[in-house]
């Protein structure tokens, strides 16, 4: 079978729409993986066992077991409860829980990474928890996980294509539905591989260049 | 009341086809990573740049749309895979060029003075890697590979897509023949974190047998 240009352009416009969920889905997912695991990293420091052991074990829960079946738990079993979601939220939830227990560790690495003497001049200067963590130990330790955090947000991106399977309608759905009715896999299958390509190596160099700004930690 | 033994059977055959899947692409991408890995430290420039160019394209592209091409495209250009040789070879591929950075990064590590001692005992290239480089970088390697030998067993859950009755495909099939999601899905989470238990653990007491005789010599 030949590569037709004819068919490529006659799919891109197709293609596009589903690029657009596939980008909407990773930032949405990337938004929550952060905010879910800096609430993780913080419920596992906590001094009460009851908090932190649960938290610590339904991370490496999330973490043990693969997005696709907690993709498939979120969209077809909530609704047994009452709770009915959208494809794309549903999918966006899922992202964002399984990347979260990944960050999490990043925020982990990065609070421990905090000199004590910066703990040891919160207490003398007399700020309370909440002082501390948000002037003085969650300022340092952000900067430094940015492009570890960044790395993990561009694998959640390579996993986005799970999505299809709970029939959110992103670039991989788009070239099955292409491939489907013309019979013709070639092309759109290659163009998703082409498009994760582009992305993928136009990141890393996003990637290098946070490395240079930020530095690294907790690799 | 549904009558759950029947099905019971039905799942351990997806644990096994889940099991083999994992062995045979953890075995294929082990083989790729040293590969892939030793071929980016070769001498030869076209060795260097055809290792590069697998690694990052195998990385950059995401597994799902690497195993729809396996499945999909190669027919048509004439390459028939089963679903079973298409998830291993796509599996295999995918760890196998993120094992192949493991690789290369741990015979990096190795100090100097180790390759001055090979020089100074007359070993070839090929001799102190085999008897002296490897044997220490290997130690160090092991810990990524548990990681990566994890991730592979969550990626065998997207070969369902592909109609492979792993695990996740049975628990569809139960939950469409039952019409109960909870069971099948909540089983499966829990077997696919079992597996994963296993695999640290073995990881772990495999690099504890190994560092026995070499962390004398290594500190």
């Known amino acids: 079978m030949e590569w037709d240009w004819n068919f490529v352009r006659e799919i891109m416009p197709t293609l596009i729409e589903g690029v657009k969920i596939t980008i909407l889905a990773t930032i949405l997912g990337s938004a929550l993986a952060a905010v879910v695991g800096l609430a993780i990293a913080l419920l596992r420091r906590s001094s009460n066992r009851l908090v932190s052991r649960p938290v610590g074990f339904f991370a490496e829960f999330i973490r043990g077991t693969p997005l696709l079946v907690q993709l498939y738990f979120i969209f077809y079993i909530l609704p047994d409860f009452g709770i009915l979601l959208p494809p794309l939220l549903a999918g966006v939830i899922g992202l964002g829980l399984h990347y979260g227990t990944y960050t999490a560790e990043v925020y982990r690495a990065g609070i421990d990474n905090v000199p004590r003497g910066q703990w040891e001049a919160a207490k003398a200067c007399n700020l309370d928890a909440r002082q501390t963590w948000m002037h003085i130990i969650l300022p340092q330790a952000i900067p430094p996980m940015i492009p570890a955090l960044a790395n993990y947000f561009i694998a959640m991106f390579k996993e986005t294509p799970l999505l299809s399977a709970i029939t959110v309608l992103e670039l991989m759905n788009q070239a099955k539905s292409v491939a489907n009715s013309y019979y013709r896999y070639i092309e759109p299958m290659t163009l998703v591989g082409a498009f994760f390509l582009v992305i993928s190596l136009f990141s890393v160099v996003l990637l290098r260049w946070l490395e240079r700004r930020f530095g690294r930690v907790g690799e | ?219």
């Open chain 2, 1 to 219: 009341m549904i009558d759950w033994s029947g099905y019971v059977g039905l799942m351990l055959q997806g644990a096994l086809v889940t099991i083999e899947l994992t062995l045979m692409g953890s075995a294929l991408a082990l083989f790729m990573a040293f590969v892939a890995g030793l071929g980016r430290l070769s001498r030869f420039f076209a060795v260097r740049a055809l290792a590069t160019a697998y690694i990052e394209f195998f990385r950059g592209t995401s597994i799902f749309v690497q195993l729809f091409w396996a499945y999909f495209v190669l027919p048509f250009l004439g390459i028939e895979l089963t679903p079973l040789q298409a998830g291993v070879l796509a599996l295999g591929l995918n760890v196998g060029a993120y094992g192949a950075e493991v690789v290369r990064g741990a015979v990096q590590s190795i100090g100097k003075e180790q390759y001055e001692a090979c020089v100074a005992l007359n070993l070839g290239r090929w001799q102190g890697m085999r008897h002296v480089i490897l044997p220490q970088a290997f130690l160090l390697m092991l810990p990524t590979f548990g990681n990566n030998a994890i991730e592979l067993l969550k990626a065998t859950s997207i070969v369902s897509l592909i109609s492979l009755a792993d695990l996740t495909f049975q628990a569809q099939v139960v939950r469409a023949q039952t019409g109960n999601t909870l069971v099948p899905f909540s089983t499966i989470l829990i077997g696919y974190f079992a597996l994963a238990l296993v695999i640290s653990w073995g990881v772990r007491s495999l690099e504890r047998r190994l560092a026995r005789g070499i962390d004398g010599v290594r500190v």
